[in-house]
């Protein structure tokens, strides 16, 4: 096992370099000057090559690159410009807020999808067939910010039911003591419900926002593994012994066909982290997407580049984890490994 | 934990000026919604220091209300009843006293200010500060030079409550200059201790911590995210604020900010699209005030360097095109002042903005363009510009002007230029048709002439208009000022915008508004020439 | 799951499929449905901008904001625009992003997957870092990179949402052919005398296309919500072009204000097209592969 995951992280390293360059000529050939960003409104151009020296961008772009490299190889992702702040702080203070919200919305996605999916699939082709399929694929149809928007329209706005889409917490709300930065969390571990509920509020919209993006993908996975599996012979074996229906398909059907479905998993959340740049924009989310999103559209190069490589190697361990829960959850894959 | 570390340094420091901690730490019920003011905006600061390297306009506000001045402006009403800046009246903030001499100025400061951690705030922070502001470069510094003040050795320190302020040349800019944004106050013993051989005026502690004597301090900053404001409970420079406590919350999306005020969560926003402000003031469920812009400008700009625009025809018949009455309409929702369509036998006034004579009229445009050589139209498609942080204004009004131009022959693309790159493209003087805004801090003339026409390498004279003629008016009119020959100055103020009228570089749309939409239970607005909003008259019910 | 022997003589093949077709329409209606909704996107694409009432670029300030009626049908934009003629002639832009990103991504990681999986060696390693290294990155934020670097114009908006995409198709096809590098008919062919390059363009790619078919018709919706995301954050077409994800985005601004229709109708057929090339993936997933039905 432990070979294993050793083997696979070797492996990424080829990739997360290709990311790292990939990334620096994308930022390099971003349209924005930052010294002329830096010098400031009524800057001589001067002024704005003094501050280009300074920033080293007169440098050649391969020694600019090095530069960059040296840094990340001693941890440091550079300061953005546009907020002034370290990287690397910005990037740990607000993952939690994006990783916290992207899983609620997968786990509002299996909720919904799972069922979907199962139910599809015990009377295929049949009309509720078709409905779980139009259902799901109308969710993937829809910008995810403009399903954003017409939730917060509609239930802030015409019905009051939610709360001001300002972010994590309403204002006059006090964050919970930082333990794992997941506010739902460290609200329970300080034993404070207020906080708890008024976290929760706060993360329904735009959760709801991600669940639906995602429906299609994880109910048309379920449907496939369990059609494949209701038409094994372990299953015809339980329902030719007369088991009843219910206990077929959830006990022993279900269970084998969550393994697919759990791959499917890490794929939905990647793509969530991705689709959950536009939402955090419309819910004034304070996340990581956000941050990368001005940060792109203002040429700033260090939080696009911290980001990206945040990103990849989140990618790269939630594939790694993925494999060996499913080891662990599937001995024959094991054998294999 | 950065973030918590910072507060932490914060409570230490206000603990020692006997001020209960920050209230962010408080139980959430113990909060009182009727001593704080909820602000929304697009975007936020990304320094807490107006001398920072690249400090953005939000950033400004916060310096405003967190750092004291020497002096600042009285207060006018304006017709509509607005408290507008007064730009001829002085009045003291951080000095109690000042007394102009012929070639100084003399401030005698109070004797009771402190900064926040409770050091007195004496002549000796006033002269390192200002040294510091003329001396990091960027925009302080060329701030400071607008006003004639450029060299450390201007600022001396008589004892300890006075100092003074020597003038190199007579420059009527150079008092107002002292009441900008940028000349603020700061701790200087206490940035000292922080500043590093790299970093010797101590500019990555200021980014984070406000250290004046102000009547506000931050006590929490997440960038991009919320900006909550403190009241210094020892404020010296003015009555103590009503508004115990600001939180101000960006919120990008134009639509919610709106929905945020309608619901009554948020207090205040200055940042909605036009039509928003329109309709709420018809609506009446909140109080909304618009105040054209002092000094400030929409214009259509044409690179006059190259070809088709060097041609001053070609420059006209673009005037006679643009659709001047539909962009008021469809775009400015009426929330402007008309900077077009004067009666062709209006005076020249000595006052700045003022209209052209220019109206819609396609058939003069394309009678000037045949004039011009051009009876066809122009051959090529021209490159129309705008900056898309001000998408929701810039968009509408090129495409307006794209639609007018086509139907005279001159078509267009255009192009989006994302905000931050916006002065980038202004300073390579290279776009040879675009819209922009531009409004000058100081509310004179020859402040805007000198910016925005003169030949010097300004990046605001984004036309790359080049006329000696104009140049010696406008450093006629400034030399005037200084010495007091209204005659002169007339005159030349007169000439400059019939120059600017006559060559056309640049094509006046309208004067903008900044407009403030607010809860009916929130008073105290005041108009300052940074447009921006000043925390400490603000009452709420 | 796919079958090698599954692939039939060539002859009979097209009406087999055809008489496949009828069975899988009848047996699902959807798809049917769906087929319909697409005919009648491509006519709108091809005679939309003859057919439109109004000038799509046209304003008329005095009109501005009206609600549906029975001059505009929905209604009128910001600038007196009529946004009916703008959705429908919208329709022939998005539809073209649609189909010309997905067919660059199906040449590019088409015909690199092929050769991976046929090649194996390097072609695949090389083949399988790029997808690899594209696959890490978030990926809207890597499209939203592309049109920044590169400027914001259609053919931009095409290439990124393409080179997103490479990494699925460049899988699929690998799999598909690798699958069959060693089947019974390759080896014939092989046998008797072609060489690898023929085989590879008359025996794979027929029998990989279809597969790559079911997933350009998925990818399509794609890159249309591709296109509208990145208006949103204002790096899309150029106005005053009428697309429908930049009137989107800009109609939702007018939402709580009241003038919906700015945003709902272009909406509404964004979603129906989406939706409409989804159904249409999935109908086609079961006319390649009917075992997946089973």
């Known amino acids: 096992m432990l070979m294993m995951i050793l083997k696979r992280l070797l492996m990424a390293v080829p990739s997360l370099i290709g990311v790292v360059i990939v990334t620096f000529l994308l930022t390099r050939a971003l349209p924005g000057d930052p010294a002329a960003y830096f010098a400031g409104p009524a800057a001589t151009p001067q002024a704005i090559q003094e501050i280009r020296v300074k920033l080293g961008l007169d440098k050649p772009l391969i020694v600019q690159f090095g530069r960059y490299v040296d840094d990340l190889a001693h941890g440091n992702l550079g300061t953005s410009l546009t907020t002034g702040r370290p990287v690397a702080t910005e990037l740990r203070n607000r993952l939690p807020a994006s990783a916290e919200l992207t899983l609620l919305g997968l786990?509002?996605?299996?909720?919904?999808?799972?069922?979907?999916?199962?139910?599809?699939?015990?009377?295929?082709?049949?009309?509720?067939?078709?409905?779980?399929?139009?259902?799901?694929?109308?969710?993937?149809?829809?910008?995810?910010?403009?399903?954003?928007?017409?939730?917060?329209?509609?239930?802030?706005?015409?019905?009051?039911?939610?709360?001001?889409?300002?972010g994590r917490l309403d204002v006059f709300y006090t964050e919970p003591p930082h333990v794992t930065g997941f506010y739902l969390i460290d609200s329970l571990i300080a034993r404070d419900p207020e906080t708890f509920v008024a976290a929760l509020k706060q993360l329904i919209l735009p959760a709801l926002t991600l669940?639906?993006?995602?429906?299609?993908?994880?109910?048309?996975?379920?449907?496939?593994?369990?059609?494949?599996?209701?038409?094994?012979?372990?299953?015809?074996?339980?329902?030719?012994?007369?088991?009843?229906?219910?206990?077929?398909?959830?006990?022993?059907?279900?269970?084998?066909?969550?393994?697919?479905?759990?791959?499917?998993?890490g794929m939905v959340f990647s793509f969530l982290l991705g689709a959950n740049v536009l939402v955090e924009k419309v819910f004034a989310w304070p996340g990581i997407g956000s941050y990368a999103v001005e940060a792109l559209l203002a040429s700033d190069f260090a939080p696009v580049q911290g980001f990206v490589l945040t990103m990849a190697v989140m990618y790269v361990m939630l594939n790694l984890g993925i494999d060996v829960l499913y080891g662990l959850i599937d001995p024959r894959v094991r054998l294999e490994a | 934990?950065?973030?918590?570390?910072?507060?932490?340094?914060?409570?230490?420091?206000?603990?020692?000026?006997?001020?209960?901690?920050?209230?962010?730490?408080?139980?959430?019920?113990?909060?009182?919604?009727?001593?704080?003011?909820?602000?929304?905006?697009?975007?936020?600061?990304?320094?807490?220091?107006?001398?920072?390297?690249?400090?953005?306009?939000?950033?400004?506000?916060?310096?405003?209300?967190?750092?004291?001045?020497?002096?600042?402006?009285?207060?006018?009403?304006?017709?509509?009843?607005?408290?507008?800046?007064?730009?001829?009246?002085?009045?003291?903030?951080?000095?109690?006293?000042?007394?102009?001499?012929?070639?100084?100025?003399?401030?005698?400061?109070?004797?009771?200010?402190?900064?926040?951690?409770?050091?007195?705030?004496?002549?000796?922070?006033?002269?390192?500060?200002?040294?510091?502001?003329?001396?990091?470069?960027?925009?302080?510094?060329?701030?400071?030079?607008?006003?004639?003040?450029?060299?450390?050795?201007?600022?001396?320190?008589?004892?300890?409550?006075?100092?003074?302020?020597?003038?190199?040349?007579?420059?009527?800019?150079?008092?107002?200059?002292?009441?900008?944004?940028?000349?603020?106050?700061?701790?200087?013993?206490?940035?000292?201790?922080?500043?590093?051989?790299?970093?010797?005026?101590?500019?990555?502690?200021?980014?984070?911590?406000?250290?004046?004597?102000?009547?506000?301090?931050?006590?929490?900053?997440?960038?991009?995210?919320?900006?909550?404001?403190?009241?210094?409970?020892?404020?010296?420079?003015?009555?103590?604020?009503?508004?115990?406590?600001?939180?101000?919350?960006?919120?990008?999306?134009?639509?919610?900010?709106?929905?945020?005020?309608?619901?009554?969560?948020?207090?205040?926003?200055?940042?909605?699209?036009?039509?928003?402000?329109?309709?709420?003031?018809?609506?009446?469920?909140?109080?909304?005030?618009?105040?054209?812009?002092?000094?400030?400008?929409?214009?259509?700009?044409?690179?006059?360097?190259?070809?088709?625009?060097?041609?001053?025809?070609?420059?006209?018949?673009?005037?006679?095109?643009?659709?001047?009455?539909?962009?008021?309409?469809?775009?400015?929702?009426?929330?402007?002042?008309?900077?077009?369509g004067a009666a062709a036998e209006a005076p020249t006034e000595v006052a700045w903005p003022q209209p052209h004579k220019f109206n819609t009229d396609l058939a003069k445009a394309k009678q000037l363009l045949a004039e011009a050589g051009y009876p066809n139209g122009l051959p090529d498609p021209i490159q129309m510009s705008f900056d898309l942080g001000f998408a929701g204004v810039n968009e509408p009004t090129c495409v307006l002007v794209q639609e007018s131009l086509a139907q005279i022959g001159i078509q267009t693309t255009i192009n989006k230029v994302p905000g931050a790159n916006w002065r980038t493209e202004l300073t390579k003087k290279t776009m040879p048709l675009f819209t922009n805004v531009f409004s000058g801090w100081l509310d004179y003339p020859e402040y805007f002439f000198y910016w925005c026409y003169h030949s010097g390498k300004s990046i605001f004279n984004t036309m790359d208009y080049q006329s000696p003629q104009m140049d010696t008016l406008i450093d006629g009119a400034r030399s005037a000022a200084a010495t007091g020959d209204t005659a002169a100055y007339d005159k030349d103020v007169k000439g400059f915008v019939d120059l600017a009228y006559a060559d056309m570089p640049r094509i006046p749309l309208y004067q903008p508004y900044v407009n403030v939409a607010m809860q009916k239970n929130i008073t105290g607005y005041q108009y300052w020439f940074h447009r921006r909003l000043d925390y400490r008259t603000f009452a709420k019910g | 799951m796919t079958d090698i022997a599954a692939s039939p003589p060539r002859e009979s093949s097209i009406a087999a499929l055809t008489k496949h077709a009828r069975y899988v329409l009848s047996e699902n209606p959807v798809t049917?449905?769906?087929?319909?909704?697409?005919?009648?996107?491509?006519?709108?694409?091809?005679?939309?901008?003859?057919?439109?009432?109004?000038?799509?670029?046209?304003?008329?300030?005095?009109?501005s904001l009206k609600p549906p009626n029975a001059h505009?049908?929905?209604?009128?934009?910001?600038?007196?625009?009529?946004?009916f003629s703008r959705v429908v002639v919208a329709t022939r832009l998005d539809f073209f992003i649609a189909v010309a990103s997905v067919a660059l991504v199906f040449l590019m990681g088409g015909l690199a997957g092929v050769a991976a999986g046929f090649f194996g060696g390097w072609t695949d390693r090389i083949v399988g870092r790029i997808a690899d290294t594209i696959m890490a990155f978030p990926l809207f934020v890597l499209a939203m990179g592309i049109v920044a670097a590169l400027g914001n114009t259609v053919q931009n908006i095409i290439l990124a949402t393409a080179i997103v995409n490479f990494p699925l198709y460049a899988r699929i096809a690998r799999a598909e052919a690798n699958i069959r590098r060693d089947a019974g008919f390759v080896e014939a062919a092989r046998l008797s005398g072609n060489s690898d390059w023929r085989i590879l363009a008359f025996q794979i790619l027929p029998n990989v296309f279809p597969i790559l078919v079911v997933q350009m018709s998925l990818t399509m919706g794609y890159a249309i919500l591709n296109a509208a995301g990145l208006s949103f954050i204002g790096l899309g077409v150029r106005p005053p072009t009428p697309e429908w994800g930049i009137m989107v985005a800009d109609g939702a601004s007018f939402m709580v204000s009241g003038e919906w229709w700015n945003a709902a109708f272009p909406g509404a057929a964004l979603m129906v097209a989406v939706f409409c090339f989804n159904l249409l993936g999935d109908g086609l997933r079961d006319l390649v592969d009917p075992r997946r039905r089973t």
């Open chain 1, 107 to 166: 786990i509002v996605s299996i909720v919904i999808a799972v069922p979907l999916g199962i139910i599809a699939a015990t009377k295929p082709n049949s009309a509720i067939d078709h409905a779980c399929r139009i259902v799901s694929t109308a969710g993937v149809s829809l910008p995810v910010f403009f399903t954003g928007l017409i939730l917060i329209y509609v239930f802030y706005y015409l019905l009051g039911w939610a709360p001001a889409p300002l």
């Open chain 1, 211 to 265: 669940g639906i993006f995602s429906l299609a993908p994880i109910a048309r996975m379920t449907r496939a593994s369990m059609l494949s599996v209701l038409s094994s012979d372990f299953v015809r074996t339980a329902r030719a012994s007369g088991l009843s229906t219910y206990t077929v398909i959830i006990t022993y059907a279900f269970r084998n066909a969550m393994l697919p479905v759990i791959t499917t998993l």
């Open chain 3, 72 to 83: 505009h049908w929905f209604g009128t934009d910001q600038l007196g625009r009529d946004v």
């Open chain 2, 1 to 340: 934990m950065k973030r918590r570390d910072f507060l932490r340094s914060v409570t230490a420091l206000t603990a020692a000026a006997a001020v209960p901690a920050p209230a962010a730490w408080s139980p959430a019920k113990a909060q009182s919604r009727q001593e704080t003011l909820l602000i929304v905006s697009e975007s936020g600061p990304n320094n807490l220091d107006i001398h920072g390297v690249g400090t953005n306009v939000p950033g400004y506000e916060v310096s405003w209300n967190c750092y004291d001045r020497l002096i600042s402006h009285e207060m006018k009403t304006l017709p509509n009843g607005t408290p507008y800046y007064d730009k001829d009246k002085i009045k003291p903030e951080l000095a109690e006293d000042m007394n102009t001499g012929d070639m100084s100025v003399t401030f005698k400061l109070r004797k009771d200010a402190t900064f926040q951690d409770g050091t007195p705030a004496t002549a000796k922070d006033v002269k390192w500060s200002f040294d510091r502001s003329v001396t990091v470069g960027g925009f302080p510094t060329f701030q400071m030079s607008a006003g004639s003040l450029t060299k450390p050795e201007q600022f001396v320190v008589v004892d300890d409550h006075t100092f003074r302020v020597d003038f190199l040349k007579k420059d009527r800019l150079t008092i107002p200059d002292l009441a900008v944004i940028v000349p603020c106050v700061l701790n200087s013993e206490l940035v000292k201790s922080k500043a590093t051989e790299q970093d010797p005026w101590g500019l990555e502690f200021t980014k984070l911590n406000t250290v004046g004597s102000g009547a506000y301090k931050v006590t929490n900053w997440t960038a991009g995210s919320q900006v909550v404001l403190e009241r210094n409970e020892n404020w010296k420079g003015g009555p103590l604020p009503k508004l115990k406590r600001i939180i101000w919350r960006m919120v990008p999306d134009a639509g919610n900010r709106r929905a945020l005020l309608e619901r009554g969560d948020a207090d205040v926003s200055y940042d909605l699209p036009n039509k928003d402000f329109s309709e709420l003031k018809a609506d009446g469920k909140l109080s909304i005030v618009s105040t054209p812009y002092s000094n400030g400008i929409q214009y259509l700009g044409m690179n006059v360097a190259h070809p088709p625009f060097d041609n001053v025809k070609v420059r006209y018949a673009i005037a006679c095109a643009i659709p001047y009455q539909k962009i008021m309409d469809a775009v400015m929702y009426g929330l402007a002042k008309p900077m077009f």
């Open chain 3, 32 to 63: 049917g449905f769906a087929f319909a909704l697409f005919v009648l996107i491509v006519l709108a694409a091809v005679f939309g901008p003859h057919v439109v009432p109004y000038d799509p670029l046209a304003s008329d300030t005095s009109q």
